[in-house]
């Protein structure tokens, strides 16, 4: 069986609004755009859980798919679970 491709492509200037909305619907404060990177988007970083403890403690990034839009992810780094990779 053949997984399907997502195509990423690049924010529009209301992407960024929007994208910029949703993280902070998710808890973050603190994103920066980019398109320099393996992933083009919007980075959400978390919060410093010993100053804000009911922040995200995880990061992630909003990125824009041809196919589903806007996507939220976030890879085994991310998720400080680096020792599940295979």
């Known amino acids: 069986m053949q997984a399907p491709t ?3 492509v690049e924010f529009t200037e209301q992407d960024h609004e929007t994208a910029k909305r949703l993280a902070e619907r998710l808890g973050y404060k603190q994103h920066a755009y980019t398109s320099t990177s393996g992933l083009w988007g919007l980075f959400c970083l978390p919060e410093n859980p010993a100053y804000v403890p009911e922040g995200p403690h995880c990061g992630g ?3 824009k798919t041809e196919q589903f839009g806007l996507m939220f992810v976030q ?6 679970s680096e020792d599940l990779q295979g």
Not at 75 to 80: S, T
């Open 75 to 80: 890879d085994l780094e991310d998720l400080k």
């Open 61 to 63: 990034c909003i990125i």
């Open 6 to 8: 997502i195509n990423q």
